[in-house]
């Protein structure tokens, strides 16, 4: 059998092992209120998946949506300004 491998060890690089960069864990850094928020969304959705949801989940349900909602406006919001050079 023959085997076919690409001749330059840069095509073959695995990018999997490697560390996220400045920029990268920034952006995650920005994200994370997001990330948390969504988190906390879903974990209250899961809450209710195997029975009627009561008042106080729906509340939850609710409340999880505002704080995703606010944390995403929050984020759009720095996009904006630092596209527009932080002039309001």
């Known amino acids: 059998m023959k085997?076919?491998?690409?001749a330059q060890a840069v095509v073959t690089a695995d990018d999997v092992d490697r560390e996220p960069t400045h920029a990268e864990?920034?952006?995650?850094g920005q994200e994370m209120p997001v990330i948390l928020a969504e988190v906390d969304l879903l974990d209250?959705?899961?809450?209710?998946?195997?029975r009627i949801p009561t008042e106080l989940d729906q509340q939850r349900i609710r409340r999880a949506r505002r704080r995703?909602?606010?944390?995403?406006?929050?984020?759009a919001n720095k996009g904006a300004k630092a596209t527009t050079?932080?002039?309001a």
């Open 68 to 75: 995703l909602l606010t944390a995403r406006r929050t984020l």
């Open 44 to 50: 209250a959705q899961i809450i209710t998946l195997d």
């Open 3 to 6: 085997h076919i491998a690409a």
């Open 25 to 28: 864990l920034r952006a995650i």
């Open 85 to 87: 050079g932080g002039a």
